[in-house]
């Protein structure tokens, strides 16, 4: 694991950071209803929303430079996952305004006590890693792989498995093969 994620941990310990890293994706795969899936693009969305309750979208392109299509993809996923409550404005029902919620929100908080709960650091934090993943587009299940590597050093492909979310095997499976593709693994040999 880069240096740079792992130092907006506030631990001196490297290996309590790779440990502080998966924790903090479990964390964030929980606010976003146990989907490994996702994006970290998705999760900074929905920690921006959690930032900033009764943001609106047009609020958030702004902040964050994104695609109009894409990022209403993104609330709409956010919202029927339930991790997003939508209420009209008062002044001006054509604009909607954002929260955060439930499960959601608890998951953010236990995630932001890594930082201080510091939003603006979380969000750094997951910045991080995306730029170490370059034009991947990395997801939480991506994550939290390369984090149990750093944590554990190196592992078999079953023990990586076995730290993962109890997904499908062959989704699992693909999720290494492509961080192995990409070259962000290194398949050591038998």
Known sequence: ?????????????????????????????????GEPSCTLRRANILIDIDEHPGTTQSEIMERHDLNK?????DIEWLYDYGCILRTP?????????LSTCGYAKKNIDLALSYFDYNHKNLQNFLNSLINIFGSHKPTLRDVKIIAVLGHKGPATRQAILESLYNGPTTTDNRAVNNLINFGLLQKQSD
């Not at 907006?8 to 309590?16: C, S």
């Not at 299509?69 to 993809?73: E, I």
């Not at 404005?89 to 305004?97: P, S």
């Open 1 to 33: 694991m880069s240096n740079n994620a792992a130092d907006n941990i506030g631990i001196e310990n490297m290996d309590a950071k790779a440990e502080a890293i998966t924790l903090i994706i479990d964390h964030i795969v929980a606010a976003l209803g």
């Open 69 to 73: 299509s894409a990022l209403n993809r």
């Open 89 to 97: 404005n008062k002044e001006d029902n054509r604009t909607i305004n």
